[in-house]
C-alpha cells in the first residue's frame, strides 16, 4: 500500500511538471522587442553565421575569425544599416541551432546557406533572397553515381546535415535511399571521406567549396533544385526586414555586392559567377 | 608522418590550446558550482524536511536519469522562454552545473548515510545542536568516504563538456572538428591530440586523487 | 507536445529501439571485455597486471564522444566499412568496459583471499577456483552496480547522434529541426528517455537496499 502511494504521488508529480514545462514550451518567445530600435541603441547587429563552410562562413584558425560571403554580406549590411560605424557581432550556428536561437533572440538574423521555403516562413520572415544555389551532389571522383536518380535504390546512403533543407528534398527525389544527418558539413565531409555515405548532398555553393579543399571529389549531378538564399528574421520586424531588404538593394546596385562575389567566388571550378553576379 | 608534422603547426596547437582552455574554464566553474550546490542537495535530501526532501528527491532523479545533452539542449535553447537568455558559455556551465549537481546531491547523500549514526547522537549528547553536528562532524566525514567517487564525477564532468560541441561551443573537440574538417588529412593527427590533452587533464586529476585518498585515510 | 508524438510516432519508436538495442549489445559485451581486463589486473603476472591497467585508464580518460567519432571515421577509412550504429555501439562497449573492469576488480578484491587459497588448497586449478568460486560471488555483490552502468549506457548512447546512429536523439535532432518546434520535441524526448530510465534506477535503488540488508 505504501509502494503504491509512493508510486502514484511520483506520477502525480511527473504529469505536473510536464504541465508546467508545456506551458514554458508554449509560451510565445521574448523577442517581441523591436530589434531594429535595439540594434541602433547598441551600434551592433548580431548574426548567426556558419563556421564550418567554405566560401559562405568558414572559421580562420589562425585569427578565430569567420570568413565567407555570407560574412562579407552580413557586413555590408550592417553597415547600410547602421551606418559607416555599425558593428557586425558573429554567434556560429549549425543548420540545427539556427532557427531555435532566432527564435529565442540570441541572434537579431541568420545569414547562414538558409534557404527560403513555405515550411521556414511559417515561422520566420525572410528578406528578399541574396544568392540563388541549387542542390547537387559530391562524390568520389570515378564514383558510379552521376545524378540524383543514381541515388535512388535500398541500400544507399546519402549524407546530409540535420536542419538543412537539402536532407528534406533528397526524400522526395530519392525516397528509396537512406538518409544520413550529420550535425555539420565538417562532420559530414569527413563521413563521405570515411565511406559513410555514397554521396554527400547539399546546395552547389558549398559543394564547390568542399570539392576546392578536398582533391579527388567531384560535384555531380548538376542543380535539381533551386535554393534561393534568404536573410531569416523574426517574424514582427518589420522595420529590420525593410531595412535589411533596402540594404541588400544598395549593395546589388552599387556593385558591393558583384565585389564580394567575385572575392569568394571569382575562381572556383565550376562555378560561373558572371552568371550570379546581379 | 608528413601528416603529423604538418597537422601539428603552431597555428594549429595555438587553436586547440584556445579549445582547451574554454573546456578547462567550463569544467573549473561547473566543478565548484556543482560541488557546492550538490552537497548542500545531498544534505537536504539526507535531513528529511516534509515535502521539500521528496521535491528534491524527485527532481535530483529525473535531472540523474536524463542524457547531459538533452539538459544542454534545454538550457541553450529552452531558458529563453522563461525570459531568461544565456549566452553559449553560461548555458553549458549552466547544463553542467544542473547536471553535476544532481549526481553530486546522490553520492553525498550516500556519504552521509554511510558515516555511523552513532556520531550524530555523541555529538548531540556533547551538546551541538542537529545543523552544527552534521555541519562540523558527520558532512566532513561523508566528504571524506566518497573522494574517489566524486573525482571520478568531476572527472566525467570534464570528458563531458565534449557533448558541448553540437551548440558549436568552441571547446576543444570542436576546435579539432574545425581543423580536421578544413583538411581530412589532418584526422588522426587531431584525434591523437585532443585525445592525448583530455587523457593528461583526467589521469592527472584520478592521480591527484588517489594521494588525496591515502592522505585522508 | 502530443502532436510531436503522434506525427513523428515510427521516428520516435525507432529511436528507442535503436537506442535500446546499443545499450544491450554495449551492456553484454563491455561486462564481458570489462570482467576480462578485470581479471588480468588481479593476475600473479605483473606483465598482465600491467595491460589491464593500461587499457582501463585510457578509456577511462578521454571522453566517450571521442572514442566514438574515432570509430565513425577512422577505422572506415583503414580498417573495416562499419556504420553510425555500429561505430558509436563498439565505442560505448570499449568506454564502458573500463568503468565496468573497475567495479568487478573491487568485487573480486572484496572477495576474501581465503576463498581463493582454501580452493586452490583442494586441488582446484587458479582458473577453476576463479570462475567457480570467486567470480560468481563477486557478480553478487557488483550487480547494483552493473544495474547502474545499463543506465549509464541508456543516456550515454545519445552519443550515437553525432554519428547518424538513429538512436533516440538522432531522432529528436531530426524531428526538431522538421517540425520546427525545438523545445517541445526535446521535451517528450526527454519523456522517453525517463519512462526507461526512471524506473530502472528505483529498481536499482531498491536492489541496493535488500542486497544491504
Known sequence: MKKLKRITSALGILSLLVIVLTACGSRKSLSQQDVLQNDRANNTITWGVKADTKLFGLMDVKDNQVKGFDVDIAKAVTKRVLGKNGHAKFVQVT???????????????????????????????????????????????????????????????????????????????????????????????????????AALTTDNGILYGMATQNPGYQVVGGAFTKEPYGIAINKGQGDFKAEVNKALKEIEADGTYNRILKKWFGNVPGFDYKEAAR | MQNFIQAYSWVNIRFLLEGLWVTVEVSVVSIIASFIIGSILGVLRY????????????????????????????????????????????????????????????????????????????????????????????????????????????????????????????????????????????????????????????????VLSRILDKKLA | MIYIVTHYWSELVQGIGYTLLSSVIALVFSTIIGTMFAIFEVLPNKAMRVIGRVYIEIFRNIPLLVIAMFFYVIIPLYVAKIDGFTAG??????????????????????????????????????????????????????????????????????VLAFVAGFDLMYQANSIASLSLDTINSYMVVGVFYLVITLPLSYYMRHLEKRLAN
Not at chain 1, 535500398?154 to 538518409?179: D, H, Y
Not at chain 2, 562540523?136 to 571520478?152: D, E, N, R, Y
Not at chain 3, 573492469?101 to 587458479?126: F, K
Request: charged letters at 15%; proline letters at 5%; one cysteine or more.
Open chain 1, 95 to 197: 543548420s540545427q541551432t539556427r532557427i531555435p536561437l532566432l527564435k529565442n533572440g540570441n541572434i537579431d538574423a541568420i545569414i547562414a546557406t538558409m534557404t527560403i521555403t513555405p515550411e521556414r516562413e511559417k515561422q520566420v520572415d525572410f528578406s528578399q533572397s541574396y544568392f540563388d544555389a541549387g542542390q547537387s551532389l559530391l562524390v568520389k571522383e570515378g564514383s558510379s553515381i552521376k545524378s540524383v536518380k543514381d541515388l535512388n535504390k535500398p541500400g544507399t546512403k546519402v549524407l546530409g546535415v540535420t536542419g538543412a533543407n537539402s536532407v528534406a528534398n533528397i526524400k522526395k527525389f530519392a525516397p528509396k535511399a537512406r538518409v544520413l544527418e550529420l550535425s555539420d558539413y565538417a562532420q559530414a565531409m569527413t563521413a563521405l571521406k570515411s565511406g559513410q555515405g
Open chain 2, 47 to 206: 535531513v528529511k524536511i516534509k515535502y521539500l526532501s521528496a521535491v528534491i528527491g524527485f527532481v535530483v532523479d529525473m535531472v540523474r536519469n536524463l542524457p547531459l545533452i538533452l539538459i544542454i539542449f534545454f538550457t541553450y535553447f529552452g531558458l529563453p522562454h522563461l525570459g531568461f537568455k544565456p549566452g553559449i558559455l553560461f548555458a553549458t556551465i549552466l547544463a553542467m552545473t544542473i547536471f553535476e549537481s544532481a549526481m553530486l546531491a546522490e553520492i553525498v547523500r550516500s556519504g552521509i548515510l554511510a558515516v555511523d549514526y552513532g556520531q550524530m547522537e555523541g555529538a548531540r549528547a556533547n551538546g551541538m545542536t542537529y545543523v552544527q553536528a552534521l555541519w562540523h562532524i558527520i558532512f566532513p566525514q561523508a566528504i571524506k568516504k566518497t573522494i574517489p567517487t566524486i573525482v571520478s564525477q568531476f572527472i566525467s564532468l570534464i570528458k563531458d563538456t565534449s557533448l558541448a560541441t553540437i551548440i558549436v561551443l568552441p571547446e576543444l573537440l570542436n576546435h579539432a572538428q574545425i581543423i580536421y574538417g578544413q583538411n581530412t588529412a589532418y584526422i588522426i593527427p587531431m584525434f591523437v591530440m585532443i585525445a592525448l590533452m583530455y587523457f593528461v587533464i583526467c589521469y592527472a586529476l584520478s
Open chain 3, 89 to 158: 555501439t563498439i565505442g560505448l562497449t570499449i568506454y564502458t568496459s573500463s568503468f565496468i573492469a573497475e567495479t568487478v576488480r573491487a568485487g573480486i578484491q572484496s572477495v576474501d583471499p581465503g576463498q581463493m587459497e582454501g580452493a586452490r588448497a583442494n586441488g582446484m586449478t587458479y582458473w577453476q577456483a576463479m570462475s567457480k568460486i570467486v567470480l560468481p560471488q563477486a557478480f553478487k555483490i557488483i550487480i547494483p552496480p552493473l544495474g547502474n552502468q545499463f543506465i549509464n549506457l541508456v543516456k550515454n548512447s545519445s
